[in-house]
């Protein structure tokens, strides 16, 4: 074994391959052939602009609640990067990774590997290994050229599709719309959580003879007077079923109602009592999550585009509260800024903008503030670092007030390690 620790495999991982993103599917399915990787499992792949990970939860929870050992793939992780391969509710073990890492270096001889594809074959390892009840798996990037897509899918979800990662997928929805039907297989289903899916999307999947089924078209939702909400799609069998009365997830209901769809799909049979356990008790960290911190309502996010940016801001105003609300935020220099700030800056009587140090990806404070200010937002401080602008954030705000942390993955990562630390020390 080359390494007996993960970092020092991470580390070595991210140096292996000329470029950090390189979409293509051939180098990563002749190593997969050559360990022999075969999931005899159903599994469920999860692509989308926004929604993926909010659906992996779901379909993890559900499924948990029946007892089936589910295998759940996502990325980025937020601290650990074990949390990015989760096998019955519990993170991956390090001498687990470990021992997949190096089998996927023996088996890979002489052809190099992404940091994100190493990663998706030891997800695919492990769920193997240990003999999951079924694999969900949460797409990269796009879809059709995406890691993940190696796997023909029992279900493809597509949960949304908004214009980000113009770079790779192109610049409309159309484009993105096209790749992400990537992962759509031939007789297979192809549930679609988008309201307005891309043309692109359904004559892709018609012309492949996916079994498209579109929301509001073969599945809906309503939402009730109170804390419930009902469901209606297609059984297997094409017949029309329904669930009644169903408690409010934490999550989006569009994205409960996408996944409710799929799981009619998967020939695992599930009680109405585990869904429902499952809609109830699901979390996923850092998305519209709150913490009680001294009195102050902590709201971490990791919004990053302009959809997912417009859900955060319905969520705040959905969920007023009587004192001053104020943000913490740090994005990534290819992200839409301009939106961003458009759509959240009525929100917000202050903004704290923090740098990224040591991340070449991200926007700088300065441009950031520039922006802020060409759309007449003045109150708005910068400091040397994260910490040092938490602490500027905090001492401003009084028990009732609200901070916001936002704008990346890598932003509520570093909100979430500071916070464990001052906590720890209380």
């Known amino acids: 074994m080359r390494y007996t620790q993960v970092g020092d495999w991470l580390r070595w991982m991210e140096t292996q391959h000329p470029r950090d993103i390189d979409l293509g599917l051939e180098r990563i399915a002749r190593v997969a052939l050559q360990l022999n990787i075969t999931l005899n ?36 992780h937020i601290i650990h990067y074990q949390e990015r391969i989760v096998v019955a509710g519990n993170n991956v073990d390090d001498e ?38 079924v ?59 988008d309201p307005q899916p891309p043309q692109a999307l359904l004559d892709y999947g018609l012309q492949l003879g996916a079994t498209l089924v579109c929301r509001d078209d073969d599945f809906s939702f309503t939402e009730q007077t109170g804390s419930t909400w009902s469901w209606q799609g297609l059984a297997k069998n094409g017949e029309r079923c ?50 009680n911190y001294r009195g102050i309502d902590l709201v971490l996010d990791v919004a990053h585009n302009p959809a997912s940016v417009q859900i955060l801001y319905d969520h705040l105003v959905a969920n007023p509260i009587g004192g001053r609300t104020t943000c913490l935020f740090a994005v990534m220099a290819d992200k839409a800024i301009d939106q961003i700030i458009a759509i959240v800056k009525p929100c917000f009587a202050h903004w ?38 938490l602490d500027s954030a905090l001492s401003s705000l009084s028990a009732g007030d609200r901070l916001v942390v936002f704008g990346s993955f890598f932003t509520v990562a570093a909100a979430m390690a500071e916070f464990a630390d001052r906590l720890s020390a209380e």
């Open 96 to 133: 687990t990774l470990c021992s997949a890492f190096a089998a996927i270096d023996e088996a890979r001889g002489e052809i190099s590997l992404t940091y994100f594809e190493f990663g998706t074959l030891a997800a695919l390892l492990i769920f193997e290994q240990q003999a999951v009840d």
């Open 135 to 193: 694999a969900v798996l949460e797409v990269g990037l796009g879809g059709r050229l995406d890691a993940v897509n190696i796997v023909d899918a029992d279900v493809a979800i597509v949960s949304s599709i908004a214009i980000d990662h113009e770079a790779w997928l192109g610049s409309d929805r159309e484009m993105i719309g096209r790749e992400k039907a990537g992962v759509f297989r031939s007789g297979r289903p192809a549930i679609i959580g």
């Open 352 to 389: 704290t903008l923090v740098p990224l140090l040591g991340n070449d990806r991200a926007a700088t404070a300065e441009e950031v503030k520039v922006a802020l200010q060409a759309q007449g937002v003045a109150q708005v401080s910068v400091g040397d670092s994260f910490g040092e602008n």
């Open 242 to 291: 329904e669930y009644k009365d169903l408690p409010r997830s934490p999550l989006l209901i569009d994205n409960a109602a996408t996944v409710l769809q799929a799981l009619q799909y998967i020939d695992l049979p599930l009680s109405e009592e585990s869904i429902r356990q499952g809609l109830s008790t699901v979390n996923i960290s850092g998305r519209c999550e709150h913490i």
């Open 41 to 76: 499992m159903p599994v469920i792949t999860v692509a989308g602009t926004n929604g993926k990970g909010s659906c992996v939860a779901l379909l993890s929870s559900i499924f948990g609640q029946q007892g089936y050992r589910v295998g759940a793939y996502t990325s980025p």
